[in-house]
């Protein structure tokens, strides 16, 4: 059982990938989830709804965009209720939630890094805690 997490943006490359990812490991047997982290009014979600449209189980965590803890919280509820034999994140934001939530339930994680972008000082922030959360994860793989 395969758990994808990924905070879903503007549907582009991350998503892509996630989205073959999760067709392939279910052509091949899989039972394949994903659990998208959005912003309170993205509903419905392009990627959700692909997703969903595909044949996937699709869990979503709305909270505020802020709502960190919550986040982490839901986040670990439903890892209890899916219960994967591994979880794979995908971009910043899911992977440190993943840092957390995988070590502590004892998950095995792994985690796509799809670039790092610089720019100002909050992305170079959210940057550096990325690389800390990787340090954390049981293999990391880089798109190139």
């Known amino acids: 059982k395969i758990c994808h997490v990924l905070a879903a ?8 990938v996630v989205e073959l990812l999760t067709q ?3 052509d091949a047997g899989e039972e394949v989830s994903v659990i998208l982290i959005l912003e309170t009014d993205s509903i419905p979600h392009a990627f959700e ?18 709502a960190y803890w919550a986040q ?3 986040l670990r509820a439903l ?7 591994v979880v794979h994140g995908h971009g910043y934001q899911a992977d440190i939630h993943l840092a957390f939530a995988s070590s502590a339930l004892r998950i095995p994680s792994v985690s796509t890094v799809h670039g790092f972008t610089g720019g100002n000082w909050k992305l170079k922030l959210y940057e550096a805690l990325h690389l800390r959360a990787l340090c954390r994860m049981d293999r990391v793989v880089a798109v190139s």
Not at 49 to 66: E, F, H, M, P, T
Not at 80 to 85: F, L, N, T, Y
């Open 9 to 16: 943006g503007e549907y582009g490359g991350l998503e892509s």
């Open 24 to 26: 392939g490991q279910a």
């Open 49 to 66: 709804s692909a997703l969903q449209a595909a044949g996937r189980a699709v869990y979503s965590i709305r909270l505020g965009s802020r």
């Open 72 to 74: 982490q919280k839901a």
């Open 79 to 85: 890892l209890r209720e899916i219960s994967p034999d």
